[in-house]
């Protein structure tokens, strides 16, 4: 979030892509496993970016909801987590200048 409040000063919404190890328990096979990416709605303010961010890594670091491509694969580890900004034209509230 402070790379996003660093550089960020127009709307805009957040894509959340992550990835786990799996492993097979019949033959110890490892995969990297990615999730479907999870895109927000568009932010005006960085204080409701930073809330739906918060849900998306608790919804992350829950175990139990792991996807799997069947259930002779087994949780190994996180891999890497990816967080896209795309940004619009409009100034955040509070950023920019009132019109007239």
Known sequence: ???IREKVSTSFY???V???QLRNI????VIVYYSNPK???WYNKLEDAEKWLITQEEERLD?????RPSTKWAFEGFFNVDVKVVLDRQPLVGTGPLPD
Do not use: I, L, P, W
């Open 39 to 41: 895109g927000s709605q």
């Open 14 to 16: 957040v894509r959340h």
């Open 26 to 29: 019949e033959d110890g096979t």
């Open 1 to 3: 979030m402070a790379k």
């Open 63 to 67: 175990n139990e909801r792991v996807e």
């Open 18 to 20: 992550f990835a786990y």
